[in-house]
């Protein structure tokens, strides 16, 4: 990574338990109980009046309902005010765009590790476009002759970097993508509803951003159906997230990551810390 560089990733997603869980644990635990003591009083309601069946009179405690039990079952019964049978779309996307983001710093890491690797051709290329003199131009020439198993480019580098620029572009307009939606209420109350029409939940539907198409779009399993919000207009939910090249170039100029890095700095500066 770039000796300077910090990424601030501000992402708020809602981190809930499964109510349905709980209450389904929480009320079988003093059923249980309960069933043990059912069967603890027919035993006793039986063998009493006849003699015999004496437990060693400690058998009633395994039937006790304690006080942890009962207020896991009492706060189970309160979660299932905010219990979304449907699940969340907002959720589903927030932690796919998590995943996105985690893939694309991955690939980012891949991405300055090979650049540093290659990053010597910058230093031929300010050399060169410096080198106006005979003298200067001799200088390089001797400079390039000594090192060039140095400043030679393995192909396997090159690879690496192509493949790693091509890795963030989709996992940077994926992650987006679903941010955008997630944080857009009629787009996300859209798919949300959609969901509920289909009798289904947001973890059993298939949510996947498509570039050719411009849109997020979500499947079921129930039918070949797709509910879309498209990403290209101003019109339906507002959604015109896509930007020029020049728009993004220009965006990656002012970054953090590109002012930190070799190319943003220069060589010098970046390595020898010479700078102007």
Known sequence: MWKKIAFLLAIS?????????NLIDSSSAIVDQIDTGVKLVGAASEYAHIGGGLSDGT???????????????NSALSNMNTYQPYGNVRDVLNDM???????????????????????AVQQVAEKAETAATPSQKEELQTFIVDNQDMLTIDQEDVDTYNTSVDQIET?????????????????????????????????????FYDSNQQWVAMGYNTTRNLTAVMLNS????????YYSEADILALGTESEFYKTSPVGMGYDCFFEMECE
Do not use: P
Not at 65 to 71: D, F, N, T
Not at 106 to 115: L, M, S
């Open 97 to 119: 765009a998590i995943d996105s983001l985690e893939d694309m710093d991955t690939a980012i890491t891949t991405f300055t590790e090979v650049v540093v690797d290659m990053i």
């Open 234 to 241: 101003d019109e339906g939910f507002g959604l015109n997230l």
């Open 59 to 73: 058998l009633s405690s395994t039937a006790h309902i304690s006080e942890e039990q009962v207020e896991a079952y």
């Open 171 to 207: 996992s940077a307009n994926e992650a987006s993508a679903y941010l955008a939606v997630a944080n857009n209420d009629e787009a996300a109350d859209f798919l949300q509803q959609s969901i509920q029409d289909k009798n289904t939940t947001a973890d059993d539907v298939n949510i």
């Open 13 to 21: 997603t809602a981190v809930q338990s499964n109510e349905l869980d």
